[in-house]
Every structure is written in structure tokens, then in C-alpha cells.
């Protein structure tokens, strides 16, 4: 059964590092997105995007995020200067096409600690 | 805006027993989906259920069921015959048609713990 999946499941670094986390969504989706989750928190949205655009992006997204499709597979976050808050669990999702009938699957997600 | 309650922050329960997670959910919108996903303490999501809120027939499978009631805007999730690999923290999550409708809102999830 296809499947998202994501790498590094694990990432540290320094407060101030850029990082970038991958997802490969599945193959014949069309929609994709960021979400968080804070450790023992809720799911928090972050960022979806479309035919090579963010479509939709919450308050959350600030400037310090960045998203991208830069081959035909891969979809990417990427935190220019992490902060201590940015320490969470980070979810990339897709969906077939319209992105409220459809059903978003997440991959496993990458947890991310700042230090 | 839409908003998901859960009120049950934790629930524990012996093996066998039957157990319901409260979803109750807030939108001004007429169409919606709602959402049932499982994080097993491994951390990943992984998708129950999706209703529509057209469609308000309650759904088995196995022995999981839903029971959806826009009256009183909620979504409930039954577990029968709870078992031990059941244990893990249980989200729902609303979607509307308006505003691009883009993003799922979760409710802050119920730990479900079940023990021998």
C-alpha cells in the first residue's frame, strides 16, 4: 500500500542551524502539507501547497519557513534559523485531490530537537 | 472558524471493555468532513475514518464504530472489546468546504491507555 514517508525520523541540531526535512508523498497526489506537533500537544497546521504553490499557510509559517517541490517526488520544509520553540514533531501529509473530500495521509513524521 | 473539543484528556480502561472517545466539533460551515486518525506510541498518524456531513449513517468496522450527530455536533468513537494494542492517543480532526479548505483541525487528542 503506498504510503508517505519522511527523513530523518530524528534530527538535532543548534538553535540559529537551518535544516530541512523531506517527505516523498504518494505518488499520484496532488496536495501537500506541513503540520506540527508540539510534544503532548495537538496537530497544528502549518502550511499546504499545490501545482508548485502554498495554497494555504497559518500563523505559525512564519518567514523562518519555506516549502518546496524541487523534483517530481520530494516535498521539503526548511527552517532558515531554528529556535528552541521549533522542537516538535513534524508530519508531512497528501492528499489525491480535492483537499477537503479527500482523505490527507501523513507519512511517520521527523522529530526535530533544538538545543 | 472551526474548533474540535476532546474533552477526555485520558482515558484507561481493563482489556475487553468497551470504551467511546467524545469528538465535538464547531463550524459555521454546512459541508465539513470529519476525521478519526490513531497515534500508537510509535508517533505516527494513521488514518480511521472520514464522514461527510451529508451523511449522518453510523459506520462499523470491526469493532470500531462512529456515531455522527449534527444535532448535537458531535462525533463519537466506540472501541468494543478493547484490546491491549489499542493503547495510543486518539485525534479528530474537522475539514471545511470554505476558505480554500485546506487544513485539518484537530482536537488536542484523548490518551487512550488499555491494560491487561
Redesign the interface.
Known amino acids: 500500500e503506498p504510503e508517505v514517508t519522511q527523513t530523518p525520523s530524528h534530527q538535532v541540531t543548534q538553535m540559529g542551524q537551518e535544516v530541512i526535512l523531506r517527505c516523498v508523498p504518494i505518488s499520484n497526489h496532488l496536495?501537500f502539507?506541513w503540520?506540527r506537533q508540539i510534544l503532548g500537544?495537538?496537530?497544528?497546521?502549518l502550511v499546504?501547497f499545490?501545482n508548485n504553490e502554498i495554497?494555504?499557510k497559518?500563523e505559525i509559517f512564519d518567514d523562518q519557513f519555506s516549502v518546496e517541490r524541487p523534483d517530481g517526488s520530494n516535498f521539503t520544509l526548511k527552517i532558515r534559523s531554528t529556535k528552541l520553540e521549533d522542537s516538535a514533531?513534524y508530519?508531512c501529509?497528501s492528499s489525491a485531490r480535492?483537499?477537503?473530500?479527500e482523505?490527507?495521509?501523513?507519512?511517520?513524521?521527523t522529530?526535530l530537537l533544538v538545543l | 472558524a472551526q474548533k474540535v473539543t476532546q474533552a477526555q484528556t485520558e482515558i484507561s480502561v481493563v482489556e475487553k471493555e468497551d470504551v467511546t472517545l467524545d469528538c465535538v466539533y464547531e463550524t459555521r460551515d454546512t459541508t465539513y468532513?470529519l476525521?478519526w486518525?490513531k497515534q500508537p506510541p510509535?508517533?505516527?498518524?494513521?488514518?480511521l475514518i472520514?464522514r461527510?456531513s451529508f451523511d449522518e449513517q453510523n459506520e462499523i468496522s470491526g469493532r470500531y464504530s462512529w456515531n455522527f450527530q449534527k444535532s448535537t455536533s458531535s462525533f463519537n468513537f466506540t472501541i468494543t472489546a478493547s484490546q491491549v494494542v489499542d493503547s495510543a492517543v486518539y485525534?479528530c480532526?474537522l475539514?471545511?468546504?470554505t476558505?480554500?479548505?485546506?487544513?485539518?483541525?484537530?482536537?488536542?487528542?484523548t490518551q487512550l491507555k488499555v491494560e491487561l
Open positions: 496536495y502539507y503540520y500537544q495537538k496537530v497544528e497546521f499546504s499545490y495554497s494555504e497559518s514533531m508530519f501529509a480535492d483537499p477537503v473530500r482523505t490527507q495521509y501523513f507519512g511517520p513524521g522529530r | 468532513y476525521f486518525y510509535s508517533g505516527e498518524l494513521v488514518f472520514r461527510n485525534f480532526a475539514n471545511i468546504l476558505g480554500g479548505g485546506n487544513k485539518l483541525t484537530f482536537g488536542t487528542g
